[in-house]
């Protein structure tokens, strides 16, 4: 199977910093830093998995886990910068699963990102 990625305008090899900037820039928006998501970004050998960290609710147990759930998961191609997503695994998880797809040269980055569903076109 193809993992399509998208192009990002990464200073290359990405390194901890620059994954950094590049969730701030392409994995971020207002609404996020306003509802206090953050990214959690882990490092493996091919990638970068981040993943979005929702904050906890007032009424939340402080001794209870955090547990991501719904939260999006993507990866940071080190050689590239580029970036695609995937479902809620556990990042170690994904991190093997990205590995094998560049082994298997199933990585596939495309020339641009994809434009937004346009809900208000459909409507006429």
Not at 52 to 59: D, I, L, M, T
Not at 72 to 89: E, L, M, N, Q, R
Not at 106 to 123: F, M, Q, R, T, Y
Request: with cysteine; aromatic share 8%; hydrophobic share 40%.
């Amino acid at each position: 199977m193809d993992i399509h990625a998208y192009p990002t305008e990464a200073a290359t090899p990405v390194d901890q910093s620059e994954a950094h900037r590049i969730a701030r820039r392409y994995l971020s928006n207002d609404d996020d830093a306003a509802r206090g998501i953050t990214h959690r970004i882990t490092e493996f050998d091919t990638c970068f998995v981040v993943v979005a960290v929702f904050p906890r609710s007032r009424s939340t147990d402080p001794n209870v886990p955090m547990v991501v759930v719904g939260g999006s998961v993507c990866v940071i191609d080190k050689p590239t910068g580029a970036v695609s997503f995937w479902p809620t695994y556990p990042t170690d998880l994904v991190a093997e699963q990205y590995a094998a797809a560049l082994r298997d040269d199933n990585l596939v980055i495309e020339d641009d990102w994809p434009e937004e569903d346009d809900e208000s076109a459909e409507a006429v």
